[in-house]
């Protein structure tokens, strides 16, 4: 089973630009569809991007335009650039990854295995 290690996250200003990484071991990255998903205090578990085995790349609407995902199977990491970052953006976020997606890749329940997330904070 792979397990997932995020790191990364931190305060930031509105405007500002974070870099997540996610580390995963116990299996090979291109095994896997690999995403990012958050969860803001009081709101729901949300889809951010998700990268396919061959790079397709796939966005939630609020975050398309200023978040980038890609993968580097050598190193067995996944990146979330996380650009023009808003208030709106903090949140825990959280490391995904699926052998197979068989409806939805913006589905949480796609993913079993999961990261255990790192915060973060955007200021205004």
């Known amino acids: 089973q792979v397990q997932l290690v995020e790191s990364g996250g931190g305060l930031m200003q509105a405007g500002g630009s974070l870099r997540l990484s996610c580390s995963a071991s116990?299996?090979?990255?291109?095994?896997?569809?690999m995403g990012w998903f958050r969860q803001a205090p009081g709101k729901e578990r949300e889809f951010v991007a998700a990268?396919?085995?061959?790079?397709?790349?796939y966005y939630a609407d609020s975050v398309k335009g200023r978040f980038t995902v890609s993968r580097d199977n050598a190193r067995n990491t996944v990146y979330l650039q996380m650009n023009s970052l808003k208030p709106d953006d903090t949140a825990v976020y959280c490391c995904?990854?699926?052998?197979?997606?068989?409806?939805?890749?913006?589905?949480?329940?796609?993913?079993?295995?999961w990261g255990q997330g790192t915060q973060v904070t955007v200021s205004s």
């Open positions: 116990g299996g090979s990255t291109s095994s896997y569809v």
């Open positions: 995904v990854a699926a052998q197979l997606i068989r409806r939805s890749i913006t589905n949480r329940y796609e993913y079993a295995y």
């Open positions: 990268i396919g085995k061959l790079g397709d790349s």
